[in-house]
């Protein structure tokens, strides 16, 4: 089946900084990647996606590339704003158990806060 | 474009009441659509799905049950809740198999 492992933190970071967050994935070929954002009380936002191997899904400075020799689809930003402050969900389709690709497998989050 | 509404937004309900939870998407056709539940912690788990009118799927067996009356209208009920139903209540939807747009979500506290 498919899974995706996603660095939890949280990751506490000064504005203007670098920002990395980690995500590795198993998948049986090759899905298309997702990465979500929910911002505090909010349902979760479609940020980026890559749909084939070293694809580059981007938005709003954030920057993901799916990276199949490492199973990879971390997510990265140059600079991080204090509106960047939410939780971070890497995802891709397909469950633990295999079955339907109408459920996408989410990792568990990681809450980011940027400080001014 | 397409929107997705969820009401009500907020709700507090006792022990042992019933629920219904509603979501509709505007500006598409036959989507399919999704009920997740987000616990405090963050994870999300998905409860149901629909690929068509009257048609659901359930993930995760449970005190609750999801029904489609009309293409673009997906409910989320209970007959009777339990404190382990709160939560915050996700309603998606998607065109085919991959990518999903979340609704602003509804949070229920059970008391």
């Known amino acids: 089946g498919n899974s995706v492992t996603q660095m939890e933190g949280p990751v506490t970071l000064s504005e203007e900084a670098f920002l990395t967050i980690n995500c590795t994935y198993t998948a049986t070929g090759y899905p298309s990647l997702f990465w979500y954002v929910q911002y505090p009380g909010e349902g979760l936002q479609l940020l980026l996606k890559?749909?084939?191997?070293?694809d580059k899904g981007s938005n709003k400075g954030f920057e993901a590339t799916y990276r199949k020799e490492t199973t990879s689809f971390h997510l990265e930003k140059g600079s991080v704003q204090v509106s960047d402050s939410a939780v971070y969900f890497c995802a891709l389709p397909g469950g633990d158990s295999g079955g339907s690709n109408y459920k996408l497998t989410f990792g568990k989050g990681t809450l980011l806060t940027v400080n001014p | 474009s397409q929107t997705i509404h969820q009401w009500p937004a907020t709700l507090v309900q006792p022990v042992g009441s019933p629920l219904s939870l509603e979501c509709t998407v505007e500006?598409?056709?036959?989507?399919?659509l999704y009920w997740y539940r987000q616990a405090a912690g963050r994870g999300l788990q998905l409860l149901f799905y629909s690929v068509g009118i009257g048609q659901i799927s359930s993930e995760v067996p449970q005190n609750l049950s999801a029904s489609r009356p009309q293409d673009r209208q997906f409910i989320l009920s209970s007959k009777k809740l339990l404190l382990s139903d709160s939560g915050f209540y996700l309603c998606a939807w998607s065109v085919g198999e991959e990518t999903q747009y979340f609704g602003p979500g509804t949070r229920l506290l059970v008391l």
């Open positions: 500006g598409t056709s036959n989507p399919n």
């Open positions: 890559a749909t084939k191997a070293d």
